[in-house]
C-alpha cells in the first residue's frame, strides 16, 4: 500500500508541475503571440477570458503541489546540508511560480506576458533543481 501511495504522490507532483509550468509556458510562447493580432480591446478581453479559463487549474495545481510535495519531503528524510541548500532555494523558487500564477489569473493584467516569462524560467529551474536533488538522493 505505501508503495501505490509514494506512485500516486509522485504523478500528482510531476502532473502538477507540467500543469502549471506548461500552461505558463503555453501562455507566453502561444497566447501572447496569438493575441497580438487582435485590437487592443480584444486582446485584452481575450488575454483576461484565458487566464479566467486558467485559473482553477492553478489552484487545483498548486494544492496538489503542496500535499504530494509534503508528503514527498516528509517520507524521504535523513538527506545532506547540500540538498537541504538546493531544495530550499528550490522552494524560494515555488513561492515566486506561485505568486505569478496568481497575479497572471486577475483580469486587467497588462504585463501577463512578462511575468509568464519570469515565471516559466523560474519553473524550468525548478525542474533542473528537481532532477537533481532526485540524482544526489
Not at 485584452?44 to 498548486?62: G, I, K, N
Not at 538546493?86 to 515566486?96: A, D, N, S, T, Y
Amino acid at each position: 500500500m505505501a508503495d501505490v501511495l509514494f506512485v500516486l504522490m509522485r504523478w500528482l507532483h510531476i502532473a502538477s508541475v507540467a500543469t502549471l509550468i506548461g500552461g505558463m509556458i503555453f501562455g507566453r510562447m502561444v497566447m501572447s503571440h496569438a493575441a497580438e493580432g487582435l485590437s487592443p480591446e480584444a486582446r485584452e478581453s481575450f488575454m483576461d477570458r484565458a487566464a479566467m479559463l486558467y485559473r482553477p487549474l492553478v489552484f487545483t495545481a498548486m494544492g496538489a503541489l503542496l500535499i504530494s510535495g509534503t508528503y514527498n519531503i516528509l517520507s524521504n528524510l535523513g538527506h545532506t546540508p547540500l540538498y537541504h541548500m538546493l531544495l530550499g532555494i528550490k522552494l524560494l523558487l515555488v513561492m515566486h511560480v506561485f505568486a505569478v500564477a496568481l497575479l497572471i489569473t486577475r483580469p486587467h493584467n497588462p504585463r501577463r506576458p512578462r511575468m509568464m516569462a519570469g515565471a516559466a524560467i523560474s519553473g524550468l529551474a525548478i525542474i533542473a533543481i528537481s532532477a537533481y536533488l532526485r540524482h544526489i538522493f
